[in-house]
């Protein structure tokens, strides 16, 4: 199994960002993805996650409304549409996978709950 997110980069107040999770190794149908960030000094913090089957999502309350979660399963790919990002949004962000059956419904937006891992992609919001 592995993970690879990407889409990361510098962005102002306001702007928007795409960042894709590329999965490997594995049938997403069969998981669930999440996303997190971490900012510095901070603790990882889950942002969104979605089934891979059927299609559920959850947000955090910081992101809800800003940002969209959705897969394609055909290209074995999840993505994150952020926009209107906040300098608070600033952080690496990671994309995580688990067994649908380990995870409660819809998801989990503990990162314990997750057991593989991407390496991060930077986001940068700043004037």
């Known amino acids: 199994v592995q993970l690879q997110a990407s889409g990361g980069g510098l962005v102002q107040p306001g702007g928007s960002l795409r960042l894709s999770c590329a999965a490997s190794g594995f049938t997403l149908a069969s998981y669930a993805i999440g996303w997190f960030r971490q900012a510095p000094g901070k603790e990882r913090e889950g942002v969104s996650c979605i089934r891979g089957s059927g299609g559920s999502t959850y947000y955090s309350h910081s992101v809800k409304g800003r940002f969209t979660i959705s897969r394609d399963n055909a290209k074995n790919m999840v993505y994150l549409q952020m926009n209107n990002l906040e300098p608070e949004d600033a952080a690496v962000y990671y994309c995580?996978?688990?067994?649908?059956?380990?995870?409660?419904?819809?998801?989990?937006?503990?990162?314990?709950?997750?057991?593989?891992w991407g390496p991060g992609t930077q986001v940068t919001v700043s004037s």
């Open positions: 995580a996978a688990v067994l649908l059956s380990r995870v409660a419904f819809p998801c989990s937006a503990h990162s314990t709950s997750y057991d593989y």
